[in-house]
């Protein structure tokens, strides 16, 4: 099923421009079309990717007065661009979006010249329609067929939720799940917790190992959770080195165990750190809070329940890193 070549699911109307394209033209093309990416090439072969989120990043800075009349296409591109061939099976666009969080992937001729573009709604579309032709060849495999269908939209769906480089849950999923619980926390007083920490002195780790090597630690670092939280916790990759931890039917007492539990085991794998002026080894500051009551979850939004962990994890840096901090109102 995998196997199917992207060429015969790819979108082949992808919006495509030279590097000198004003960037004007470039965001009424894609409003015209209403096409999210737009393939910056030179002699048809792709050189750049511009998407919405780029263009909303150059609208922020028009809104803060930098002018941008004379901002072309390969001025705001991302470059250097990943592209697949067409004749690459879907399986292969599979494992290249969720190895590297890719939501879009220019697709190119044997010639490397731009054919099209496959965003992840398309492979989603072209991958549940394999699976209903499956089930059709099959009718004697009704409940085979479905349970395919199923684990399909669950992989892909996964690909949307979780981190690439550390195989947590990314903070799309993050937002979702704090969203659930602070309303739960309204409605029924249930409390919950937020733990903040990030690695200790990290950028001097890539500065000295390099950042292949820095990448490797936020790996390690990541798969040291697995024995210091509970089942009902969740672990997402809240940022370049820094993780959050949501802990249901938690207040600060509880945090305050979790907290030391995932200090120490990161301790305890004794990551060498040569650069650090804290430990030898790779350390890591950690802020928390909690949302004990109703009366607090109806006054307070969840984005401020996490910056006051965040608060607290400044407080833990300031007070000489490699430490829990609370996080308490006039400190």
């Keep these: 099923m995998f196997d199917q070549p992207i060429a015969d699911f790819m979108n ?23 096409q999210s990416a737009f393939v910056v090439c030179e002699a048809g072969v792709p050189v750049g990717l511009i998407t919405e989120r780029d263009v909303i990043v150059v609208l922020a800075r028009i809104f803060e007065g930098v002018d941008h ?33 890719f939501r879009r992937v220019p697709i190119v001729d044997d010639e490397n010249r731009l054919a099209g573009i496959l965003n992840i709604t398309e492979l989603q579309s ?23 269908l199923q684990a399909a939209n669950a992989r892909l769906e996964e690909l ?3 981190d690439g480089l550390t195989g947590l849950l990314n903070r799309r999923a993050m937002t979702e799940r704090i969203d659930e619980l602070h309303a739960i926390a309204r409605r029924h007083g249930h409390p919950y917790a937020v733990i903040l920490l990030d690695i200790d002195h990290f950028k001097l780790y890539n500065d000295t190992q390099g950042h292949p090597a820095g990448d490797g ?41 979790v907290t030391e539990r995932i200090r120490s085991a990161i301790a305890a794998r004794a990551i060498a750190h040569p650069a650090s002026p804290t430990s030898a080894h790779v350390t890591v500051s950690l802020g928390y809070t909690d949302v ?9 939004s969840w984005q401020d329940v996490v910056q006051r962990a965040d608060e607290a994890l400044y407080r833990s840096k300031q007070a000489g890193r490699n430490r829990a901090t609370r996080w308490i109102e006039g400190a």
């Design 12 to 34: 082949r109307r992808a919006l495509s421009g030279e590097p000198g394209t004003p960037l004007s033209e470039v965001v009424q093309r894609m409003s015209e079309s209403m």
């Design 69 to 101: 009349a004379g901002t072309c296409a390969g001025d705001v591109m991302t470059a250097p661009v990943h592209t697949l061939i067409e004749s690459a099976p879907m399986g292969e666009v599979v494992r290249i979006m969720k190895e590297r969080g």
């Design 160 to 162: 949307t939720r979780q």
């Design 217 to 257: 630690v936020i790996r390690r670092v990541g798969n040291c959770f697995r024995d210091a939280i509970r089942t009902s916790d969740s672990v997402y990759r809240y940022g370049g080195e820094e993780f959050l931890i949501l802990l249901p039917e938690t207040e600060a007492s509880g945090a305050a165990l």
């Design 126 to 148: 072209a991958t549940n329609a394999a699976l209903e032709k499956r089930g059709r060849d099959l009718e004697d495999a009704v409940l085979a067929r479905t349970t395919e």
């Design 292 to 300: 004990a009551t109703r009366e607090t979850a109806e006054k307070i």
